[in-house]
């Protein structure tokens, strides 16, 4: 099916996160990007930039959507029948095609492409991102002349977040806020981590979270030092560590905090660790400034983590970009990351998760994050919830 108009009774793009004109200067940016690189049109799939440039959003994204985005001309996209009235909803794209079940998406895509006259001109597609399987890139490749990257121009444009995007990421760091802090409340002897887990979701949907891109990491006790651990029914005993990690969402926009908590007194060597932690965080967080590259903050965790002598326990990047997430993942991997591998340079607009951890492998973690953005004379902490060991 192929439309330029809604469907009787629904109003376009009453559920979008921004209002029409801002996706129009979204799609002239990306236009800008394609021109810079000399392409006639990219094929965009991943959701996270499908949605930056259209409003789009679905738990759906599992089945074939695209936007086909020309250089000069109106973009087109396609997505399955079924998630027709949702991109009425969020969308103001005027022109889209609709498929049914048992369509072969590349077909569908090299159609769409033949008919506005571009299977000749200089086509690219993301290869970076999630959602590009490699036998719908092969049957791209075997009708188009050569299929060039996209890979990053979206990416580019989500770095610096506008006044709007950030309002909507200070939304998510109070679900996140309100969920740690039902969290740490119910830590106790007895309670298990599925118990903390309800409390914790059960907070952040009440003060307004939507889906979150990933579920809360919760463990305790020695399952509390396995990196990326999720909650499995244990009973929280007396000595445990309790490691809480989780997300907020507010229009696809998400947050990140990580806090550590203890049933009883933590033992000399968690002190230990939670100074060395504190300490990390203030000094990268002190070190994102304009000016400064993503690498500063990491270097300067780093520097403390490595003069404590506790090097060994932290082998990671020191945060990553906080914006518009699909699961499985809550952070923009694809847009920034706080290592010392990245000389990006920090931007006000910025927004990160900035997550120091250290562990005692297989024993405990302990980790203590801030999502911050980044202003014209330094970091803004967003969140509000105390950062230091909560003894139960």
Same mark, same amino acid.
């Given at each position: 099916?192929?439309?330029? &108009?809604?469907? =009787?009774?629904?109003t376009?793009?009453v559920? #979008?996160?921004?209002?029409? +004109?801002?996706?129009?200067a979204r799609?002239?940016? $990306?236009?800008a990007?394609?021109?810079?690189?000399?392409?006639?049109? +990219?094929?965009?799939?991943?959701?996270?930039?499908?949605?930056?440039?259209? @409003?789009?959003?679905?738990?759906g994204?599992?089945?074939?959507?695209?936007?086909?985005?020309?250089?000069?001309?109106?973009?087109?996209?396609?997505?399955?029948?079924?998630?027709?009235?949702?991109?009425?909803?969020?969308?103001?794209?005027?022109?889209?095609?609709?498929?049914?079940?048992?369509t072969?998406?590349?077909?569908?895509?090299?159609?769409?492409?033949?008919?506005?006259?571009?299977?000749?001109?200089?086509?690219?597609?993301?290869? @970076?991102?999630?959602?590009?399987?490699?036998?719908?890139?092969?049957?791209?490749?075997?009708?188009?002349?050569? *299929?060039?990257?996209?890979?990053?121009?979206?990416?580019?444009?989500?770095?610096?977040?506008?006044?709007?995007?950030?309002?909507?990421?200070?939304?998510?760091?109070?679900?996140?806020?309100?969920?740690?802090q039902?969290?740490?409340?119910?830590?106790?002897?007895?309670?298990?981590?599925?118990?903390?887990?309800?409390?914790?979701?059960?907070a952040?949907?009440?003060?307004?979270?939507?889906?979150?891109?990933?579920?809360? *990491?919760?463990?305790?006790?020695?399952?509390?030092g396995?990196p990326?651990?999720?909650?499995?029914?244990?009973?929280?005993?007396?000595?445990?560590?309790?490691?809480?990690?989780?997300?907020?969402?507010?229009?696809?926009?998400?947050?990140?905090?990580?806090?550590? $908590?203890?049933?009883?007194?933590?033992?000399?060597?968690?002190?230990?660790?939670?100074?060395?932690?504190?300490?990390? *965080?203030?000094a990268?967080?002190? =070190?994102?400034?304009?000016?400064?590259?993503?690498?500063?903050?990491?270097?300067?965790?780093?520097?403390?983590?490595?003069d404590?002598?506790?090097?060994?326990?932290y082998?990671?990047r020191?945060?990553?970009?906080?914006?518009?997430?699909?699961?499985?993942?809550?952070?923009?991997?694809?847009?920034?990351?706080?290592?010392?591998?990245?000389?990006?340079?920090?931007?006000?607009?910025?927004?990160?998760?900035?997550?120091?951890?250290?562990?005692?492998?297989?024993?405990?973690?302990?980790?203590?994050?801030? #999502?911050?953005?980044?202003t014209?004379?330094?970091?803004?902490?967003?969140? =509000?919830?105390?950062? &230091?060991?909560r003894?139960?």
């Amino acid at each position: 099916m192929t439309s330029t &108009t809604a469907t =009787a009774g629904l109003t376009r793009g009453v559920e #979008s996160a921004f209002p029409a +004109a801002e996706y129009e200067a979204r799609l002239a940016k $990306a236009r800008a990007g394609l021109a810079e690189r000399g392409l006639d049109a +990219a094929v965009f799939t991943g959701p996270e930039n499908i949605f930056y440039l259209t @409003g789009q959003q679905t738990p759906g994204y599992y089945t074939f959507q695209c936007l086909v985005l020309p250089a000069r001309g109106e973009p087109l996209f396609l997505l399955r029948q079924l998630e027709v009235t949702n991109f009425l909803r969020n969308t103001y794209i005027a022109e889209y095609e609709a498929y049914g079940d048992g369509t072969r998406p590349a077909e569908l895509v090299v159609d769409a492409l033949t008919r506005h006259g571009l299977t000749s001109k200089r086509i690219a597609i993301e290869k @970076g991102g999630w959602f590009l399987p490699i036998a719908f890139y092969e049957a791209l490749s075997a009708v188009l002349p050569k *299929l060039e990257d996209a890979t990053g121009i979206v990416e580019a444009m989500r770095r610096v977040k506008s006044p709007a995007e950030i309002a909507k990421i200070e939304e998510a760091v109070r679900h996140a806020d309100a969920g740690i802090q039902a969290g740490i409340a119910a830590v106790g002897a007895g309670v298990t981590e599925n118990d903390l887990v309800a409390e914790m979701m059960h907070a952040a949907i009440k003060a307004g979270a939507e889906y979150m891109g990933m579920e809360p *990491l919760v463990s305790s006790g020695p399952r509390s030092g396995v990196p990326h651990a999720t909650w499995r029914r244990r009973r929280l005993e007396p000595g445990d560590a309790v490691f809480m990690e989780m997300s907020g969402c507010f229009d696809r926009y998400h947050s990140g905090l990580m806090r550590t $908590a203890w049933v009883g007194e933590p033992p000399k060597l968690a002190r230990e660790m939670e100074q060395v932690v504190l300490g990390a *965080l203030d000094a990268a967080i002190a =070190a994102a400034k304009p000016g400064a590259t993503c690498a500063a903050p990491h270097i300067a965790a780093q520097r403390v983590i490595d003069d404590a002598g506790m090097t060994e326990r932290y082998r990671k990047r020191t945060g990553y970009s906080l914006g518009i997430s699909f699961a499985p993942d809550w952070g923009e991997w694809q847009v920034a990351s706080l290592h010392d591998t990245v000389d990006l340079p920090l931007v006000p607009g910025m927004c990160f998760h900035v997550v120091p951890a250290l562990r005692e492998y297989g024993v405990f973690t302990i980790g203590i994050s801030e #999502s911050i953005c980044i202003t014209e004379t330094g970091a803004r902490i967003m969140g =509000a919830t105390p950062r &230091t060991i909560r003894v139960a």
